[in-house]
């Protein structure tokens, strides 16, 4: 063309980015400079720009040009209408804009001319009939049914009101209508779709593009029944049938289950596809849309799989959550949380694959949405404390105003935990007068009547809030300690979260005491959770021998009131396990928590995340005990628990790695454990960054599986490194400090240079008799491996007492350390070589020449 | 799709073939500006999608490269079609009436369009995005903002875009205009 070539252009194109985001004097002046050091730039900018002095020029480009249809039958009438233009063609024929013949109505209409095959099952005169019987049909937000024929020709016709609109996907989208701007314009639809219904007619092929809005803004129906007049008489697979070789006549993206499965349809099919409608209107996301990519993945989608929440969907993929967020005027993360709750479950409801499990009618979910809409509770979810709590809290924000964060943190504790009660139990009336005295508290709580929030104006903290709440239960429910016992434990259960152990712990000890003389239906249930709760704070606080005999005794409750096989049963299993590590007991600890991890194998599966705790649990004591076999095989099948539930490259998954990374090494596998070393340490480099503690560890336990593989080089850095960071991050006396020195010297040690070990040794030996009893094992590592370094240097006599120190303490150690015993032996064998080396040499240099 | 994007050509020809026939199939619902039921291009090229993603073996990876793909595919169509009305009146065969427009008007916009597809042809050279967006906005129909959801850029970056390449369009025409 005469325009500008590659290289011109690739010139030219940043003045121009420039020159555009620039007015008047600016841009002449960045003309004006450009054309002092490069004129032929400067000359094709100048052209560029002169378009805009060209009269016209503005509108180039501006309207999108036309494609193409066939005009044939224009001017053709049909019944008592003329045929204008086509607007629109479909797998079911074409349909045309049409004039009124005979001049008798003012208007035009929409012709809709069907293929002839799509009649010849249903039969003309059924044709017809039906098609009256759904020109009845009026109703403002439903495009009416005028006629229904077959022309002389033999051609099927039906002549609709014509509307001049948009998809309601499309409009709501170009005008960023916010939710609750999309609720209400849906509202207009399920109006129109009971209307249907009362008058007994069923749409069966509700869709975004049989759904309109015209410019004044109003809902209009198109297609109401003509599914159902197009299929004939038949029953059941009729709808796949038709499915299959109408193409379009129904929708199979809106289609519910039992339209794929031939079962029967009903107005409960019209709410499941008012539900998908929903969930597009709201998170511009189909339901099935994973499946989305073929006829048959769609059909298994919509018969097996639950569709995920909105809430969720919304939240990905990366590329369209943005455009989506904000064709409704929002971002993805605000939009996440406005559909939360509410919203979630209504769209659930709707869809639900049993028809009998959907809203019963239109109105129950329009009910449900003027609910959501004026706040007030719904009716698909149950009436729980703590989603009245939520309703209460979000209908009154001045009354919360103060620390209204906080105010919801524990509004949603308490109400979560209450929910978790009203779950677990039966007993409806003793629950139903414990739930009006807990929300009466609440809500004196989180209401302005507390005198502590009208206290100079200034908001509460969380504590004094927790305080405030704690004193008055405390104060107020000293006759029901039932009650007392259990909300005490619940604010308990707050503080602990927030890390406040003493108080944790405080609160906790009264709530067992008051628990201890409560005897209400539930109070041994509260007892035990109370203990387990102190427990597991107890064990935190780093106390784990206090804690102990809390947790056998919270255990002895549970199994007497729950039985041997309950979830909570394992869960105190599990803290008991874990306080037995602490204070080195394993073979106290493996028991629990293998039982632990059977009971949770079999009540929540062998996939379940808390399954994977549990393995996890019982692998590191099986480690610790040496039957490292055993630990790996539950490390393994721990891995993928953690990938599907954390995702790939959750640090999660990273510890696992980390601990067969270990397991491996203490194997003896080095080759195996170097490769899950370096997937682990890509994962937390990148996962956590180049300064993380936890990246720390991972380097200086991987020197020593290089410096088993005889990789010197890279283990003194990975050991070096790993060195840097802790000493950055946990100062110069961290644990991992000693082994990071006494891997960094048996690399010098392997490298023949034993005096670059000792002092790294000697700093390494420090640090651990800071921190262990003189007789723990890891203290005789480190006196074994300076005995190395020793012998290496020739002190014979300073090395012998710290290796034979080192084989009395390594002797009866099991498990892994069992290869330091053995390291140490060799190590007291080359020194007696040496020394009888040295022995000989000296008898032979003292004998007489 | 997956090996029209690994550059097979003759995956990519089916693919030509499959969303040409598609498209055509549904042209008929896109009247712009008369019609009274109008699907706008974007509609129509959702459908398109999801009838040509259903095909099997054919996967694009994204929903954003379909549709530069497909609004390609569409100028491509409307080219195509303008250059057959040009032919068929030159023929004398058939006197083609449209609704609103006059012949003239319609000769004159079909001269043009091809003269706007050949430069674009050559800003595809020089600068592919470039290109790539007034496919989607001119010949695809997709607003400006829609564009940049789907790159994933501002919508002011791609109004500075979409100038720029007006701008570069308008000087290739002027130069060719006849005199």
């Known amino acids: ?849 | 799709m997956t090996s029209a994007e690994r550059g097979d050509a003759s995956a990519a020809d089916a693919l030509f073939t499959a969303l040409y026939t598609e498209l055509h199939r549904l042209a008929g619902r896109q009247l712009a500006g008369r019609s009274n039921l109008t699907l706008g291009t974007t509609t129509l090229l959702h459908e398109a999608y999801l009838n040509m993603s259903r095909q099997e073996g054919v996967d694009f990876p994204d929903r954003a490269r379909f549709m530069a793909y497909a609004a390609k595919v569409m100028r491509r169509l409307i080219i195509d079609y303008a250059r057959r009305r040009q032919a068929q009146k030159r023929g004398g065969a058939f006197l083609i009436t449209s609704f609103l427009e006059e012949p003239e008007a319609i000769a004159a916009d079909e001269k043009e369009l091809e003269r706007i597809s050949a430069a674009l042809d050559d800003l595809a050279a020089a600068d592919p995005p470039l290109a790539e967006i007034v496919d989607l906005r001119f010949f695809g129909g997709f607003s400006l903002s829609e564009i940049a959801a789907m790159r994933g850029v501002s919508e002011r970056t791609i109004q500075r875009h979409w100038e720029k390449a007006r701008l570069y369009l308008y000087e290739a025409l002027r130069h060719e205009m006849p005199a």
């Open chain 1, 1 to 849: 063309m005469a325009g500008m070539n590659r290289e011109r252009w690739v010139a030219v194109s940043p003045y121009l980015d420039r020159a555009l985001e620039l007015d008047g004097e600016d841009r002449e002046a960045l003309l004006s400079s450009l054309r002092a050091e490069q004129p032929d730039v400067a000359g094709d900018l100048e052209t560029l720009l002169t378009a805009y002095a060209i009269p016209g020029s503005d509108r180039f480009l501006k309207t999108t040009p036309e494609l193409p249809v066939s005009t044939t039958l224009a001017g053709q009438t049909v019944g008592a209408y003329t045929l204008i233009a086509p607007i629109g063609q479909g797998g079911m024929g074409s349909v045309w804009l049409a004039r009124r013949s005979d001049g008798r109505f003012e208007g035009q209409a929409a012709v809709k001319l069907l293929n002839a095959s799509f009649v010849g099952r249903a039969g003309e005169e059924r044709f017809r009939r039906e098609g009256s019987i759904l020109a009845r049909l009026t109703h403002p937000h439903i495009a009416r049914l005028v006629d229904a024929g077959v022309s002389a020709a033999g051609q099927p016709y039906l002549v609709l009101e014509h509307v001049d609109g948009e998809p309601i996907d499309r409009y709501c989208d170009t005008r960023q209508l916010s939710v609750e701007a999309r609720l209400h314009l849906f509202l207009d639809v399920l109006a129109a779709v009971a209307h249907a219904h009362a008058n007994l007619i069923v749409h069966r092929d509700i869709k975004p593009s049989n759904v309109l809005v015209d410019v004044e803004g109003q809902v209009k129906l198109l297609d109401f029944g003509i599914a159902k007049l197009l299929e004939g008489e038949g029953v059941g697979g009729e709808a796949t049938a038709l499915t299959r070789e109408g193409g379009s006549a129904l929708t199979p993206e809106y289609a519910a289950p039992e339209q794929v499965t031939g079962g029967a349809v009903t107005t409960a099919t019209d709410v499941y596809a008012l539900g998908t409608l929903l969930y597009e209107l709201l998170t511009g996301r189909h339901p099935a849309e994973p499946a989305l990519g073929s006829t048959a993945d769609l059909v298994k989608a919509i018969v097996d799989t639950d569709p995920q929440r909105i809430s969720d969907a919304v939240t990905r993929p990366a590329e369209t959550r943005e455009k989506n967020a904000a064709a409704r005027g929002t971002t993805p993360e605000a939009l996440r949380r406005a559909l939360k709750g509410d919203l979630d479950v209504i769209v659930a409801r709707a869809l639900k694959k049993k028809p009998e499990e959907r809203y019963a009618s239109v109105t129950a979910l329009a009910d449900d949405i003027e609910r959501y809409l004026h706040d007030q509770p719904i009716g698909a979810r149950r009436d729980t404390l703590a989603y009245r709590v939520a309703k209460f809290v979000r209908r009154h924000p001045a009354g919360v105003a103060a620390g209204a964060a906080v105010t919801l943190l524990l509004a949603g504790l308490v109400g979560f935990y209450t929910l978790r009660l009203a779950k677990e139990r039966d007993r409806a009336r003793f629950e139903a007068q414990k739930a009006t005295k807990v929300s009466e508290l609440l809500t004196d709580l989180l209401s302005g009547a507390d005198p502590f929030q009208a206290r100079q104006g200034k908001e509460p903290t969380v504590r004094e809030l927790l305080d405030a709440g704690a004193a008055r239960i405390e104060k107020e429910l000293t006759d029901e300690p039932d009650l007392q016992a259990e909300m005490l434990a619940v604010i308990g259960r707050v503080y602990r979260r927030l890390g406040l152990h003493d108080k944790a712990v405080s609160l906790l000890e009264k709530s067992v005491t008051t628990g201890r003389r409560a005897s209400g239906p539930e109070h041994e249930r509260v007892l035990a959770q109370s203990l387990e709760e102190l427990g597991i704070v107890l064990r935190r606080k780093g106390e784990p021998a206090a804690a102990a005999p809390v947790l056998e005794e919270a255990l002895a409750i549970r199994r007497r009131v729950l039985g041997p096989e309950h979830p909570n049963v394992a869960n105190t299993l599990t803290e008991l396990g874990r306080v037995y590590g602490d204070l080195d007991s394993d073979e106290k600890a493996e028991p629990l928590l293998q039982e632990a991890l059977a009971i949770r194998r079999k009540v929540l599966g062998e996939l379940d995340p808390d399954t994977g705790v549990s393995m996890s649990d019982l692998a590191h004591v099986l480690r610790r005990r040496g039957d490292l076999s055993g630990a790996e095989s539950l490390y393994r099948q721990v891995l993928p628990i953690f990938r599907k539930a954390d995702g790939e490259e959750h640090p999660h998954v990273a510890t696992m790695l980390f601990n067969l990374a270990q397991t491996e090494a203490e194997e003896g596998n080095y080759q195996g454990s170097e490769l899950l070393f370096r997937q682990c340490i890509a994962m937390d480099r990148k996962g956590l960054g180049e300064n993380h503690p936890d990246l720390a560890v991972d380097l200086v336990h991987f020197s020593k599986t290089l410096l088993e593989l005889g990789k010197y080089e890279e283990a003194a850095s990975a050991a070096r490194e790993g060195l840097r960071i802790t000493e950055a991050t946990s100062g110069k006396d961290h644990p991992l400090i000693a082994f990071g020195e006494i891997y960094l010297a048996e690399v010098d040690l392997a490298r023949n240079d034993a005096a670059a070990a000792e002092p790294l040794l000697r700093d390494a030996l420090r640090i651990r008799q800071r921190l262990f009893r003189p007789d723990d094992w890891r203290i005789g590592v480190c006196k074994s491996t300076l005995g190395a370094a020793l012998t290496a240097l020739g002190r014979y006599d300073e090395a012998e007492p710290l290796l034979r120190e080192a084989e009395r303490v390594l002797k009866d150690i099991p498990g892994a350390q069992g290869q330091e015993f053995r390291a140490t032996t060799t190590r007291l064998a080359a020194l007696d070589d040496a020394r009888g080396r040295q022995t000989a040499l000296a008898r032979a240099a003292s004998l007489p020449r």
